[in-house]
């Protein structure tokens, strides 16, 4: 039997980057894509409570199932492993996110959120993105590596609520210079909400912001990012500081 694939993103399902993933994906298995119906990025690992989930079928071709959900990616993921693969999943994919989730990026992304929520159920998920917001981005230079990190998990499996955190860097004519395994940049987005006014003279706020990066050592994704390679961050469900569990025993248990 064939392996099993689930697909979700947080732009849309009808963005390139989940039609170009799914066309991969369907080259090791039947595919199910469930995502959300309008972008959905910035949602982290938020679910929708405050109102009813609608799924609409998209489309359905040689072994390719194309849903629309009007939840969040995290929805997508639940949603469609309980009421709409006809059998277990064998691996859960993300993206291809346009635009970056490397470093601090991971704690907003909704193309993470499901991969996460993926992971902690039991079941084997990897990221995909891509540093570029292009609505018609290209993945050309990406295929080869899916193609690569995709037949590697399913042969090997990922370890226990690890999953993966795949970053490419734009597109251009010298191509990527390899993959590299990282720890995450430690950074940070310098956040603003400029004021702004209405037609009507009425205020209203938007985010914007910097981000701000200093830690860039040869081991981290974004000096891979930054040097032409593509990033694979091991990315893990424990938000446990395991470092400061002594520091933190002397202070409090005296």
Same mark, same amino acid.
């Given at each position: 039997?064939?392996?099993?694939?689930?697909?979700?993103?947080?732009?849309?399902?009808?963005?390139?980057?989940?039609?170009?993933?799914?066309?991969?994906?369907?080259?090791?298995?039947?595919?199910?894509?469930?995502?959300?119906?309008?972008?959905?990025?910035?949602?982290?690992?938020?679910?929708?409570?405050?109102?009813?989930?609608?799924?609409?079928?998209?489309?359905?071709?040689?072994?390719?199932?194309?849903?629309?959900?009007?939840?969040?990616?995290?929805?997508?993921?639940?949603?469609?492993?309980?009421?709409?693969?006809?059998?277990?999943?064998?691996?859960?994919?993300?993206?291809?996110?346009?635009?970056?989730?490397?470093?601090?990026?991971?704690?907003?992304?909704?193309?993470?959120?499901?991969?996460?929520?993926?992971?902690?159920? /039991?079941?084997?998920?990897?990221?995909?993105?891509?540093?570029?917001?292009?609505?018609?981005?290209?993945?050309?230079?990406?295929?080869?590596?899916?193609?690569?990190?995709?037949?590697?998990?399913?042969?090997?499996?990922?370890?226990?609520?690890?999953?993966?955190?795949?970053?490419?860097?734009?597109?251009?004519?010298?191509?990527?210079? /390899?993959?590299?395994?990282?720890?995450?940049?430690?950074?940070?987005?310098?956040?603003?909400?400029?004021?702004?006014?209405?037609?009507?003279?009425?205020?209203?706020?938007?985010?914007?912001?910097?981000?701000?990066?200093?830690?860039?050592?040869?081991?981290?994704?974004?000096?891979?990012?930054?040097?032409?390679?593509?990033?694979?961050?091991?990315?893990?469900?424990?938000?446990?500081?395991?470092?400061?569990?002594?520091?933190?025993?002397?202070?409090?248990?005296?």
């Amino acid at each position: 039997m064939k392996p099993l694939i689930l697909i979700t993103n947080d732009d849309g399902y009808s963005a390139k980057g989940i039609a170009e993933l799914s066309k991969i994906a369907a080259e090791f298995g039947d595919v199910v894509v469930m995502a959300p119906d309008l972008n959905a990025s910035g949602k982290s690992h938020s679910l929708t409570t405050d109102r009813p989930l609608r799924v609409t079928p998209i489309s359905h071709n040689e072994g390719v199932s194309v849903f629309a959900c009007s939840g969040t990616p995290v929805d997508c993921v639940k949603l469609a492993c309980e009421h709409f693969c006809c059998r277990k999943a064998d691996l859960v994919l993300s993206g291809i996110n346009h635009g970056s989730n490397a470093s601090v990026n991971v704690l907003y992304s909704g193309t993470m959120g499901a991969v996460i929520e993926a992971s902690n159920n /039991g079941y084997p998920a990897i990221g995909f993105s891509i540093l570029d917001h292009d609505p018609d981005a290209d993945f050309s230079l990406c295929i080869p590596y899916i193609r690569q990190i995709i037949s590697t998990v399913i042969e090997k499996g990922l370890p226990e609520k690890v999953s993966l955190n795949v970053n490419f860097p734009q597109a251009s004519a010298e191509g990527y210079q /390899g993959l590299k395994i990282c720890r995450e940049s430690k950074a940070l987005w310098s956040d603003s909400f400029e004021r702004r006014q209405d037609p009507h003279g009425a205020d209203y706020y938007w985010l914007t912001g910097n981000f701000i990066c200093d830690d860039k050592a040869p081991d981290t994704d974004q000096y891979a990012l930054e040097n032409g390679y593509v990033s694979v961050v091991p990315t893990t469900t424990d938000f446990t500081a395991h470092a400061a569990l002594s520091t933190l025993t002397k202070q409090f248990e005296q």
